[in-house]
């Protein structure tokens, strides 16, 4: 398994301008896809979700997320500059991260995608954090791994961190199944 096929996949992690951030990402997706058993090229096959009947893959929801996130933040940099600042590469990276613990959640069986048994008692919120924090991933992009979804609702959200979790649920709120 190799960096070229996980950016064959997910070209946008080249977006990241910091060295170490991109590297501390690459990382984290060469242990999420081997602890969780794929190939990079599983990412474009394998559902986003598990909680709805859709042909989304992780790697298509992951970069229209990871797309969203930049926008969001190409556009607050045109309308309001400095005023509201966000940390371009730690959005970007937590984009790309979000989900990574879906990659050892889900496990596939014949033709058929299910929970591992991780992955029924572990939320990829959780296993996602852990994987990326083993690879040195920074704390704030650790913070949107752990709050974009439903188990960060109690907790304050960093600016970095409302973005992907907005831009989570506007894709899987809005793709039928």
Not at 28 to 35: D, I, P, Q, S, V
Not at 65 to 76: C, E, G, K, L, N
Not at 84 to 112: C, I, M, T, Y
Not at 123 to 149: D, M, Q
Request: proline share 6%; glycine share 10%; charged share 25%.
């Amino acid at each position: 398994m190799g960096v070229k096929q996980i950016l064959m996949v997910l070209p946008e992690i080249d977006w990241i301008e910091d060295e170490g951030l991109k590297g501390a990402v690459l990382r984290t997706y060469e242990r999420a896809l081997k602890e969780g058993g794929w190939a990079p090229e599983d990412m474009a096959r394998m559902p986003f979700t598990l909680a709805k009947e859709t042909d989304i893959s992780y790697a298509d929801h992951v970069r229209a997320v990871t797309r969203i996130a930049r926008a969001v933040y190409d556009v607050f940099k045109d309308i309001f500059g400095n005023r509201v600042p966000l940390r371009r590469d730690v959005l970007v990276a937590g984009a790309l991260l979000h989900d990574v613990g879906k990659l050892v959640e889900v496990e596939q069986e014949g033709d058929n995608f299910r929970k591992s048994a991780g992955g029924k008692v572990l939320r990829h919120p959780f296993s996602g954090v852990a994987l990326a924090a083993a690879e040195g991933v920074p704390a704030e992009v650790l913070h949107i791994i752990a709050v974009h979804s439903k188990e960060g609702d109690p907790y304050p959200r960093t600016p970095e961190g409302a973005i992907v979790h907005h831009a989570d649920f506007t894709t899987f709120d809005t793709i039928p199944g």
